[in-house]
């Protein structure tokens, strides 16, 4: 099964064209440049891929890949 | 044969002649037309001059709009806007004289961008109850002159402009018949979108009132997710109405707020984003006008034509919003 983190790598290269290979799992979102909308365009799509329901804070800029990553397979066990 | 529904017979728009173009509000404000560009979509947005008001853009749209229509009367006047040309009176009394109506019903309805959608509504609603056979339904905003100069971000968005429907008595089967609408508000989100003072709570020129602020804000973030899912979701909803599956939907017109607002609400509702018309690079957020201009350009450049499934969306502070089905009828925009 497709780790949580490589579908999320995955939601980064179909909503904004951030290929796998150019993120690794310490980079955050603002490393990676997307900006305050993107954030919102990303938890849309989380919410769609993984079937949860997100916050506005859930994903934030200084979050790493890993983190982002937790906060979804946590979002996933509760539901 | 029933003749309560209301069948969408005529459009018409205007723009005040004045653009500004992205270069333009760089060489004033820390931004670039690259930076506009990737954030909103917008390439131009069009001012009215300083000696026009809300009602000289509502008229001229209102003109076209009968003339489009073929009428030379209707019954009432429903104005959105959120840019009156004075707190009071309502601006669509003074509207409906200069375009020689006379003595009909005329009112105004504020639902910010969503004002269009609303005001669509309570036309309906005016021949459904037998009030009134036609209605002029006209969305006119002037944000120029709510706009703090300084903010960049709002003013990279809006721009001034108006747009007008007729709408007539006639069958529910017949092209241009609305569907039921589907509006719905927030109150908990009053403080998104929002001018602070100049009303009630805190009006202009209070003694002790610290520091008014008089300009129009929106707080981005938050608006662009509710935007998003309250239009998808209420677009479902009157598509549903109709009976309508979410792949029958043939043009989704929605609000222009922001490229990235439409392109999102076509994913959540898994529809292709080319199906969602584009006028905002044009003309940047009109407001209450948006909805009525969109649907003329995408008329006007082949993107829309009779038959299409059309469903009419839009979101807009209070929190407010709406949105419409309607068969799209054969009708040319003037």
New interface residues.
Partial sequence: MTSTYDRLVGLLAKSFGIEADEVAPANTFEDLEL???A???L???AQ?EFGITLT?DDLHAKSSLTEAAEVLDAKQVTV | MNADTAVLCGLGTWLPPHAVTNDDLARELDTSDDWIRSRTGIGTRYVAAPSTATSDLAVEAGRRALKSAGFESVDAVVLATTTPDHPCPATAPLVATQLGLGTVAAFDVGAVCTGFLYALAVGAGLIAAGTAGSVLVIGADMYSSILDPADRSTRAIFGDGAGAVVLRSGGADEPGALGTPVLGSDGTGSDLITIRSGGSREPLGTIGAGHPDPYFRMAGKAVFRNAVERMADASLTAARRVGWAADDIDRLVAHQANLRILHAVADRMRLPRHRCPVHLDQVGNTAAASIPLALSHAVTTGRLAPGHRTLLTAFGGGLTWGACAVRWPTITPV
Avoid: N, Y
């Fill in positions: 900006d305050s909308l954030l919102v365009e938890t849309l799509a769609e506005d």
